[in-house]
């Protein structure tokens, strides 16, 4: 689902950007933006609050909540709506990375995927229709590979 990677630059630099803003420095927003800066995928709020506790990191999941709400404000992660009333979030890269999502409706696995026809393809619907379109995201839902073999 997901894999660590080392230090980001949207860590640092959205450290950077909330104390400029006048935010303390605090050890969970801290925690929570370096775990986030470390992901390949989405997270949900629980997934960060379990893996931050796994490494040994004291925060409150109404911490994480609060640190997660002020980043979705800020427009540094983006809300990933998967189903079911769940919601993942993860790092929004001002580089142009960017990718989108399969879910699996049995077992709820999510692994991003690129597709640069599927961007092309998006590039060709907004010239279209005449729309400026700012972002979109893409969430496929089916079934994993281990759950149709497991049946």
Same mark, same amino acid.
């Not at 080392?6 to 104390?19: C, D, K, N, R």
């Not at 006048?22 to 995928?41: D, F, K, M």
């Not at 506790?53 to 997660?68: D, N």
């Given at each position: 689902m997901t894999e660590a990677?080392?230090?980001?630059?949207? &860590?640092?630099? &959205?450290?950077?950007?909330?104390?400029? #803003?006048?935010?303390?420095?605090? &050890?969970?927003?801290?925690?929570? /933006?370096?775990?986030? #800066?470390?992901?390949?995928?989405?997270l949900t709020v629980q997934e960060i609050f379990d893996q931050l506790?796994?490494?040994?990191?004291?925060? #409150? /999941?109404?911490?994480?909540?609060? &640190?997660?709400e002020q980043l979705l404000r800020g427009g540094y992660v983006q809300r990933i709506e998967v189903g079911a009333g769940s919601a993942r979030f993860e790092p929004v890269h001002g580089d142009g990375e960017h990718h989108h999502h399969l879910v699996c409706d049995d077992c709820g696995r999510v692994e991003s995927f690129s597709d640069r026809s599927l961007e092309r393809a998006l590039a060709k619907v907004e010239q279209e229709v005449g729309y400026t379109i700012a972002g979109h995201e893409v969430v496929l839902h089916g079934e994993c590979a281990d759950c149709a073999t497991a049946r």
């Open positions: 990677i080392g230090p980001s630059s949207w &860590t640092e630099s &959205t450290l950077a950007a909330l104390q400029a #803003g006048g935010h303390r420095n605090s &050890t969970a927003r801290r925690a929570v /933006i370096e775990l986030l #800066g470390r992901q390949q995928c989405c506790r796994a490494e040994g990191r004291r925060v #409150g /999941i109404a911490s994480v909540y609060r &640190t997660v």
